[in-house]
């Protein structure tokens, strides 16, 4: 079979049929949580203003995040075919693990992503990514009740530790995924780091001191994007 030909089987209206699917479920999902925190939030005795502004705030924080991911999917998107492509990134939105795991199941036919590429390796491509997954829901599902008791349990009691410990666990994450650009990914990476973190302080303090609360819903949205456009000029 030649190479171009699993472009047919990857782009066929089965496919998007298939993949479609998973996405409706993604979206049902999000809906319901949405309905569940808004509930959670009234009972909480939250107002609906606060409520609407986080929304809105996470909504815009999206912006950023999504244009990586577009721009990521048409380059994805030219190897795996539309549907495929357009069902990873909308689950799992990480590009790094789609193409390792791509190009491990294509390695498996003794092909790879940029030579012999043919339907079977468009196949191992397919089940290696999606088997790459399941370890991860899996493990949600088994565990993902125990870590609010694994809390507690770190903070031994005391209840005003628990928002300074999640505070903490987030920092350190964005510190651990964002260490890399800083020392692995050359002048642009850094760069591009350098210049997110100092439009976000400024962009704080300004809405701080003009007293415009809604400038920090779209900080993070305007720090990610020009920290991209910042990259890309350094490119």
């Known amino acids: ?24 479920v993604v979206i049902f999902q999000a809906l319901v949580f949405m309905k569940k925190a808004w509930k959670s939030g ?3 005795g939250l ?3 606060q409520m609407k502004a986080a929304i809105r705030s996470g909504a815009i924080t999206t912006i950023g995040p999504a244009i990586a991911i577009v721009i990521a999917l048409v380059s994805l998107m030219a190897v795996l075919g539309g549907p495929f492509a ?9 590009v790094p693990f789609e193409l390792m795991a791509a190009e491990t199941g294509a390695e498996v036919v003794g092909a790879s992503m940029g030579d012999g590429y043919t339907a079977e390796a ?17 493990f949600c599902i088994l565990f993902a009740d ?6 507690k349990k770190a903070v031994r009691g005391n209840d005003a ?26 002048p642009a990476g850094t760069v591009s780091y350098l210049t997110g973190a100092a439009v976000m302080l400024i962009l ?6 003009l007293k415009a609360h809604w400038l920090n819903e779209w900080a993070l949205g305007i720090a990610m994007v020009c920290g991209m456009a910042t990259a890309m000029l350094c490119v």
Request: charged share 15%.
């Open 1 to 24: 079979m030649q190479e171009t030909d699993y472009l047919k089987i990857a782009n066929e209206p089965g496919l998007w049929l298939a993949c479609s699917f998973i996405i409706l």
């Open 42 to 44: 009234e009972e909480m």
């Open 47 to 49: 107002a609906k203003e």
């Open 86 to 94: 357009w069902m990873r990134l909308s689950v799992i939105g990480s």
């Open 122 to 138: 468009f196949g191992g491509s397919v089940w290696a990514c999606t088997l790459g997954a399941l370890g991860w829901l899996i």
């Open 146 to 151: 125990k870590f609010d008791v694994i809390r």
């Open 161 to 186: 530790m628990l928002p300074i410990l999640s505070v903490a666990a987030m920092i350190g994450a964005f510190a651990y995924f964002g260490a890399p650009y800083l020392t692995n990914n050359g």
């Open 204 to 209: 704080h303090f300004v809405a701080k001191g």
